[in-house]
């Protein structure tokens, strides 16, 4: 993983397509041994969430290449590389496995996070169909708690449930005294916390990384009992 950094730290330092070109050769070579660190991770948690097996690293990968079309950063390629491994593959709609391995260590954007070019674990979802998150927040009002407990476990491991971009009241159709309305209010459902470079480069990641992600199947699960059954309703 350490090469796969350098990489990326030389990447940002010379952020233009020029060199990136010039240098294609040890993107590829970047790019192969993280693509063979996600086949790895895929096959360490299937084994406590089966619903991954037979992904490959395509499946849950993706381009270096930044959209530049609606940021006012006209960066062409990112400071990171990510995986993202959720039933399905990433592009399936469903809750995941999020990691990202970034050039470096810095300052946070929000949430103690620095998205860009930081190491992150993120396991959760980020845009969850309008459809699948009303039932979402149904099943969290209704549960009598079951969510929120679900939270407290995780909040006993280095994760934090990420509040940002979040309503300042509740959405439509749910009162403004419901219970667990913290939750409610939330768009995104995402865990996370930054692992040291020391962390990410030790021989054993993998298997801590796995650790790490079977703590937060339950809450993934939660979620993505809600997606299937907005999808069983269309």
Known sequence: MKSVINFLQQLQANNNREWFHAHKEEYKAAQSRFHAFAETMIAQIAQFDPTVAGLTAKDVTYRIQRDTRFSADKRPYKGHMGLFIARGGKKSGYSGYYFQLG????AADF???HWESQHIIAPGHYCIEPKAL????????DGEGDFDKLVREIADTRFQ?????????NPKGFPADAPWSEYLRLKSFC???APTTEEVTAADFPERLAQYFSTTTPFLNYINRAIDFAREEE
């Open 103 to 106: 050039a470096d260590q810095n």
């Open 161 to 169: 449930l990420l509040h940002f971009n979040e309503l300042k009241r």
């Open 134 to 141: 009303r039932i979402l927040r149904e099943d969290i009002m």
């Open 111 to 113: 949430g103690g996070i």
């Open 191 to 193: 865990l996370a916390f």
